[in-house]
């Protein structure tokens, strides 16, 4: 079975504005019931919170252009290093809070399937694309 990768690349993009937006409206709006819910660690400042999920909502309005692009390599190819290196740094920055931290493995679980998901995919489609 072969895969499609310009399909795969636009299933990546859309998935991925979407839990920008989502994860980005909650820790803008409610940082607080996210570290409530997601248990995320003795250390809670909202501001830094609410800084990243407009991160997030800045990131996916920045790609939503792009959707009329994502035929063109040479426009995708750097947002999909940058896709890339933050989701693999997401993987490493909860690593290393359950190492140096302490943190609940529970805590971190969905941000490490979540950024573990989107660096592998990305990694992927990176290779095919460069084909």
Request: aromatic share 16%; proline share 2%.
């Amino acid at each position: 079975m072969a895969f499609d990768v310009d399909k795969e690349l636009k299933i990546y993009v859309y998935i991925g504005i979407i839990v920008l937006i989502i994860f980005g409206l909650w820790l803008f709006i409610s940082a607080e019931s996210y570290h409530a819910i997601m248990g995320g660690g003795p250390y809670f400042n909202p501001v830094t919170y609410r800084y990243l999920g407009g991160v997030y909502i800045a990131w996916a309005i920045a790609i939503i252009p792009l959707l009329k692009k994502l035929d063109n390599w040479e426009i995708i190819q750097n947002w999909m290093i940058l896709a890339v290196i933050a989701n693999a740094l997401g993987v490493i920055a909860c690593i290393i809070g359950l190492i140096m931290y302490n943190f609940a493995i529970g805590s971190l679980i969905i941000s490490i399937i979540l950024n573990l998901f989107f660096t592998i995919v990305g990694i992927h489609i990176y290779i095919q694309k460069r084909k």
